[in-house]
């Protein structure tokens, strides 16, 4: 489960916002996480409530996920479409030569905070 060490790294940039900032408390934190990212949302929140109660700066911090749909294009049709629900080829024209716009994304969107 790798959920774990992507929680501590954000853990360590919200602290290093925080610290840069002079921040005393964390409210919640939002996560842009892609649909294909690899990361499991329900790992990283079980992940989350474990490790923020450990950090006097977070505990009880929210933990706000707003999910990335992955869409992929084709470069022969010029199309783009539902990468979930369609794989590597793309549904209009059959075609391999495709890649991915976007669903892979993890980033820190916005720190609430005091």
Request: aromatic share 8%; proline share 3%; net charge negative.
């Amino acid at each position: 489960m790798h959920e774990l060490g992507v929680v501590f790294h954000v853990i360590d940039n919200v602290k290093e916002v925080c610290q840069e900032n002079e921040l005393t408390k964390v409210s919640s934190v939002t996560i842009q996480l892609g649909t294909v990212s690899a990361v499991i949302p329900s790992y990283l929140k079980d992940c989350w409530k474990w490790a923020v109660e450990r950090e006097e700066l977070m505990k009880g911090c929210a933990l706000v996920i707003e999910p990335i749909e992955a869409i992929t294009f084709c470069e022969d049709c010029k199309s783009e479409y539902d990468t979930i629900k369609h794989g590597k080829i793309c549904p209009n024209c059959g075609s391999e030569h495709t890649y991915l716009l976007q669903g892979n994304e993890f980033m820190i969107k916005e720190i609430e905070a005091c």
